[in-house]
């Protein structure tokens, strides 16, 4: 029932929320909100979802979506398993799938949902509530994956323990330190002088007198890397050994206690890695594109010195400010772009046109540590100047009649499209003229071709030089040419069409020393609300057009206001 107009609406108890505060807080809840359909679409979505899946607001989600499937689930047999669950049980809590966003990338949510079923009992739609959880899978993913780690490395350490007593001369080993010398106990006579012969001949005087340098200068501890050769295989391995001594009561070493641990696939790994990045800083010196790394201080850490970041070999140096060392300054740039990345912690990405006319895609990438502090930054920049000039010749022709110059038939009707759009929101006015050239077949059979073509330029430069800023041209095929007049009214159009009559009968045109008379028939239709699209707005000018034609050509012909 409606509320009686005479009783004052009543306002909230306190500790109440009003409708609108209601909405509000649905619009913006922390999570996206919605009510779907079964066969597949959305009537509802809350501004949080939408800004979630890329959309500008709900209205824009609701309108582009038609098939949740295939639209918003990256799996479509996710969105079949979703539905059975819901229609199985009445509701579906915590359900994890990925969601393509509307410029398809997936990322991960968590869906709780019921379903609303009709008089039938079958299902009318799913209402329910969508959580963000990419950054939490991503970090499972990385939890996981350093749970993976860590259980590798556990099972690769292999450290042993060993004991010398200096007194009896006695060293004993733990099994795996037998594993690593790859030594049956029997097959080796437990003392020092065993354990050297075993380490790696050109390490062997080192590591002797490390550990006698220990014990002669009275250090309780010491450490070293070193090779051992592997008895049944002659295989060189890499260990690390760390050494503690134990004392007497009075101050003398008696004992050695140590560890040794195989640490070869570590070296290996570390020599792998240095390669690696030596063949990436040589692949990152090929790639045209300035890369440059930042960190948070504004320290050089890498740099390929290419592009914008072009610089002097004297004066390359990691290590320097970047301003300094790239733009010569003693203080931050004053339109330095990383500045904001490292406060919003959020990537940058940027056409940019140079002053030459040039222009760079410019990308600030953040790289965060474990604490999400902003460790490092990495800046990008392509010369896309020819690519620019490409999309901008490319967008020509598709709008561009590239005879006369003027825009072609598509990109003017389209335009007019607009212009009556403009007209029924704002009750504005605007004009449409349809020029002809008269009897244009008799120029083409008497001076040729390229005598029509130079009297269609002619034509089409006299029309510019007639029209405003804010009028429109075009070409609309062979020898019919239009003109858009916005905000101005039938009287005034044709006052414009019979100024551009006059010029063009006066004006000849000139093709090889000859000049062209020519004149031009025209019709002159202003919008009117009864009119629904461009194709009837266009029908009337060309009645008109067909007058002044059958009138005796070179005339302007409107018609009247409805």
Sequence with gaps: MSQDPSVPEAKNRPGQISLPEKQDILEDAPVGIFTSTPAGGV??????LARMLGYESPRGLIAAVTDIATQIYANPRDRKEFQRLVDMHGEVKNYECRFLDCNGAAFWVSI????????KASTTCYHGFVTDIDEHKRAEKALQESRNLLAKAQEIAHIGSWELDLQADRLTWTDEVYRIFGLHPQEFGATYRAFLDHVHPDDRARVDAAYVKSLNEGKDTYEIQHRVIRKNTGEIREVYEKCFHERDSSGRIIRSVGMIQDVTKLKRAEEALQKSEERFQKMLALVPDMISIQDADMNIVYSNWKGIAEVPEQNRALGTKCYRTYRGYDHVCPDCLPISVIDSKQAFQEEIKLPDGGWLDLRIIPILDAQGNVECFVEWARDITQQKRLEERLQALATIDDLTNLWNRRYFLNKATHEIERAKRYGTVFSVLILDIDDFKNINDTYGHAAGDA??????????????QADLSGRLGGEEFGILLPNTGIDDAYLLAERLRRVTEKTPGNYADNDLFITASIGV???????????????EADKALYKAKTDGKNRVRKTAPG
């Design 43 to 48: 009537s509802y979505a809350n501004k949080t």
């Design 112 to 119: 709780n949902a019921r379903s609303v079923s009709g008089r």
């Design 455 to 468: 009297v269609l330029k002619h034509f089409a430069a006299k029309i510019k030089d007639s029209l405003r």
């Design 525 to 539: 239709a202003v919008y009117r609300r009864d009119l629904a699209s461009v194709d009837e707005l266009f029908l």
